[in-house]
């Protein structure tokens, strides 16, 4: 069975590694490249790339940003924001990626997650969603989809529309909960278990981590991979320290004795 | 002089994350579009992503279908990653039955849906992977030499060989409890289902190891 997947999240604006809260207000933390080789270094599964504003100026920058990390970091890259078409995944694809993530272009036109699983495989489709509760104090209300970094909503419900995207082909599902999303204070447990639940392919919970105790639930929920940003950005901690808690929680992650 | 890797360029799959992995393992990597690169070269990586008739339409188009099995008759080392092993293959059943290179008696099957308890399995495996010896003579002279039994590598794929002789058998990984076949050997011709230019230190060490093979080819 494969590791636990754990995966650094790098929020890009511009040149910068930034860090927003709730999709909102942006902090610039630095070169993402430096924090990207500092993580690959310390054993990070992956990394995962997001250009923050690119959806509302419709493009993606991360380009530059891509090529730079294809000479020092050696392990998968998925990256998204602003990516509309087969050409935009194509040009990521060139730059270095090896997965895209779409959201807002999906709910808009469901369609193109067809024609981007069959230009590049499934593998490469990661349907990327921005689940909001619909009251939060009505567990019962479900989750609402949400694009533009949480912005404006799509009307359509999570589960429906995660079971949509992998009958177009989805390949995974990097689900981030808006209502979590920076706070550093725990995820949204109940709609990891929910998504993981609805679909048959690896779901990425990400979004509030605070601990990897937030971590193992969301693994015991059924996630097979877990994105944190703010708290390695921060230095709350690294990824060795990351992955032995979890290892001694019982979770198979991967072992690294490298540099 | 530094060894001259060709890496075949069909379209499909992550070249440069391909070179500049096999640059960082002391390699001149150069990209092949045409028939005539890869006749003239000394070690070749056929990279690839996407469906294995996709992946064999496009080869074909491109009329590199013939100078591959011919340099690969000719003892050049040839490296196949993730579709470009498994299109290593006789057959293929992705997207209908699609003939692959034939360079390695099998075929190429979908992943099982349910892991050996009957518990629904999630496909496409997605992840890190500890690879195993499938025969009885590890991974002795092959470009796993350096990998220690146990070490993790990254996979993704909703399709795995099923090589006809065991003996072409390299490695395999365990997905749902059942064996899965990760890694190809047969002379010169190697064949990788996980990807090594994205495996950290342990891939980096695999490509090291065909980088030597490129330096000293045994050519027929």
Known sequence: MSRVR??????????????????????????????AVRYYRQGVDELLYLDTVASLYERNNLGDILRQATADVFIPITAGGGLRSVEDVAAILRAGADKAAINTAALRRPELIEEIARAFGSQ?????????????????AGWEAYYDNGREHSGRDVLEWVKEGVARGAGEILLTSVDKEGFRKGMDQELIAAVSAAVPVPVIAAGGASSAEDLFQAVKGGAQAVAVGSILHYDNTDIPTLKNQLAQKGVEVRVCGQS | M????????????????????????????????????????AALVLPGVGSFADGMARLRADGLEQPIRERAAAGVPLLGICLGMQMLFDTGYEDGETPGLGLIPGTVEPLPRQDVDGKPLRVPHVG??????????????????????????????????????ETDRLADTLYGGRRVCAAVCRGNVTGVQFHPEKSAETGLGILRAFVRQAEAPVLK
């Open chain 2, 128 to 165: 890190w992977s500890g690879l195993v010896p499938a025969g009885p003579n590890g991974f002795a002279n092959s470009v796993l030499a350096d990998v220690q039994p146990g070490e993790e590598v990254y996979f993704v794929h909703g399709f795995a060989a099923v090589p006809a002789c």
């Open chain 1, 6 to 35: 754990l995966i650094a999240r790098l929020d890009v604006k511009d040149e910068n590694l930034v860090k927003g809260i709730q999709y909102e207000g942006l902090r610039k933390l630095g070169d993402p490249h430096a924090f």
């Open chain 2, 2 to 41: 530094r060894p001259v890797v060709t890496i075949i360029d069909y379209g499909r799959g992550n070249l440069l994350s391909v070179r500049r992995a096999l640059e960082s393992c002391g390699a001149e990597a150069v990209f092949a579009a045409g028939p005539d690169s890869i006749r003239k070269a």
């Open chain 1, 124 to 140: 490469c489709m990661v349907l990327s969603v921005q689940a909001k509760r619909r009251n939060p104090a009505d567990p019962a």
